[in-house]
């Protein structure tokens, strides 16, 4: 255990999980789209549900995905400026399965130069988030490391050729996940790294032909 643990983030409140949590899970969707938000339909499961005009969880939530941080002090104004910046958003509620964590929101995201993304996640507590599904593709990370995501062909190789692109600009994996629906389709690559990826790596990667997109999540 560590101070963060016992006091809790630096954040505008009232709640860690609700509000600085909810901040973050807006930051992580902001980076898998790779672009600013033009349109967001936010559903909201559980707790997230029940309260989240109490909480403020509908104000941090559209903050993250302005690009804020927990602290920010423009959090209570969140509504204006995403008019002012054209971010079109709504909010209902939704069943997400019994299995999903009472404080989960799935985004569904359109970009303002056309990217799409569907991200799901969930604020488990003291302003730590996970990531658990992103279009479709089932996988797990917090944002705590930085990361790598890769939507790619699901063939031999494609994984270590990534793996071996970071090695060689001494970037470490710190972990991995993969996740695919159907061998030799389409599958999803989340790599957590102890370093920074560049720029540079990033235009590498994405220049495969087996790569259809890659984005760089910084730490959050």
Do not use: C
């Not at 209570?76 to 069943?95: G, T």
């Not at 071996?164 to 972990?175: D, E, F, H």
């Amino acid at each position: 255990m560590n101070l963060y643990d016992i006091i809790g983030p630096i954040m505008v409140g009232p709640s860690s999980s609700h509000t600085a949590g909810a901040v973050r899970l807006g930051n992580l969707a902001l980076a898998i789209l790779g672009e600013p938000v033009q349109q967001a339909n936010i559903e909201l499961h559980g707790s997230f549900a029940q309260t989240y005009q109490g909480h403020g969880t509908d104000l941090a939530l559209v903050a993250g995905l302005l690009g804020w941080t927990p602290d920010d002090l423009r959090i209570p104004q969140s509504f204006d400026y995403a008019h002012k910046a054209e971010l079109d958003y709504s909010f209902v509620k939704a069943n997400l399965g019994d299995l999903a964590h009472p404080n989960t929101v799935r985004f569904r995201l359109i970009g303002k130069n056309g990217a799409s993304s569907e991200v799901t996640g969930a604020s488990v507590g003291g302003g730590s988030v996970v990531i658990t599904n992103v279009d479709g593709f089932s996988l797990e990370f917090t944002g705590e490391l930085t990361a790598l995501l890769t939507m790619h062909v699901d063939k031999p190789g494609v994984v270590a050729l990534v793996t071996s692109i970071l090695s060689n600009q001494g970037v470490n994996v710190a972990a991995m996940r993969l996740s695919r629906q159907d061998k030799g389709g389409l599958a999803v690559m989340v790599l957590e790294t102890d370093q920074t990826i560049t720029n540079e790596v990033i235009a590498v990667i994405k220049a495969m032909p087996q790569i259809k997109a890659v984005r760089r999540i910084q730490r959050v």
